[in-house]
């Protein structure tokens, strides 16, 4: 009988190759699938909000880590310190499937004027005109600091003249 490595099965879930691709997708991963590697990038980001970034914007295709570098923040910032690190990554996922529509602030535990987020899970997903609206509401609240995640294959197909 052949041996399984764990691992590997755990790591394919990431390739988008087949139709049990999901877990590269924050929004259907859970903790036990869950890798949380110190980056650069994430270390740039918790750097910007702590000093008090008014907007973040990440681009990349589906798959590339938007959603995930936001759950990390929320985690980061916004998840209660004394719970387990399964319980934190669970809190974090349900704020990033409930409330990062743009339109509602989130508690944060950052000091200093703009300690609430605003994040927009899928700003790629709203007509130009919404998107506008929207953006320019978030932008004028000094207490949030907005983030903006805009699929790339959305941007480059946009390439249409007119108004932005």
Request: aromatic content about 8%; overall charge negative; proline content about 3%.
């Amino acid at each position: 009988m052949p041996t399984t490595n764990k691992l590997v099965g755990r790591l394919n879930r990431y390739l988008p190759f087949d139709p049990g691709h999901d877990q590269i997708y924050e929004e259907h991963a859970s903790s036990s699938d869950s890798f949380n590697i110190e980056t650069k990038a994430f270390s740039y980001l918790v750097k910007a909000c702590e000093d008090g970034a008014n907007a973040i914007v990440l681009t990349g295709d589906a798959g590339h880590g938007k959603t995930h570098l936001c759950r990390r923040l929320l985690e980061h910032f916004c998840v209660e310190e004394f719970l387990a690190k399964e319980q934190k990554e669970d809190e974090s996922r349900k704020l990033i499937n409930e409330k990062c529509d743009g339109l509602q602030q989130i508690e944060t535990s950052l000091s200093g004027t703009r300690n609430k987020f605003r994040i927009f899970k899928d700003f790629s997903e709203l007509a130009i005109d919404v998107a506008a609206s929207r953006l320019e509401e978030a932008l004028e609240d000094d207490s949030s600091i907005t983030v903006l995640c805009a699929n790339e294959g959305r941007l480059r197909g946009n390439r249409s003249p007119g108004p932005y």
